[in-house]
């Protein structure tokens, strides 16, 4: 059984920052591809941000050169720091792993969710 469990929500103010943490545990074996992603209400939840074990990340349009994402290989851990956050950034953000937790197995794991909340 593997869990993600994420922390550092909250609410800010617009051009605040915050700091995102989640941390897998369980029968981990290794874990590839680390993300990010969010949901606003009413909308579909979209990626914000993907690293690979050996580093490469990607971001989404709207959070480039505002959202770093990082992870930590030795702790199953991944973070997300956001700076300069907008009104649009509001949603639940959700962490998200491609874990190996098996011979020959491989599954996507989810958090929970965690709410930022930006104020204009």
């Known amino acids: 059984q593997v869990q993600l469990v994420e922390s550092g929500g909250g609410l800010v103010q617009a051009g605040g920052s915050l700091r995102l943490s989640c941390a897998a545990s369980?029968?981990?074996?290794?874990?590839?591809?680390m993300g990010w992603y969010r949901q606003a209400p009413g909308k579909q939840r979209e990626l914000v941000a993907v690293?690979?074990?050996?580093?490469?990340?990607n971001y989404s349009d709207s959070v480039k050169g505002r959202f770093t994402i990082s992870r930590d290989n030795a702790k199953n851990a991944v973070y997300l720091q956001m700076n300069s956050l907008k009104p649009e950034d509001t949603a639940v953000y959700y962490c998200?792993?491609?874990?190996?937790?098996?011979?020959?197995?491989?599954?996507?794991?989810w958090g929970q969710g965690t709410q930022v909340t930006v104020s204009s």
């Open positions: 998200n792993a491609r874990i190996v937790d098996g011979v020959f197995s491989v599954n996507d794991y």
């Open positions: 369980g029968i981990i074996f290794s874990i590839n591809d």
């Open positions: 690293i690979s074990r050996g580093g490469t990340t």
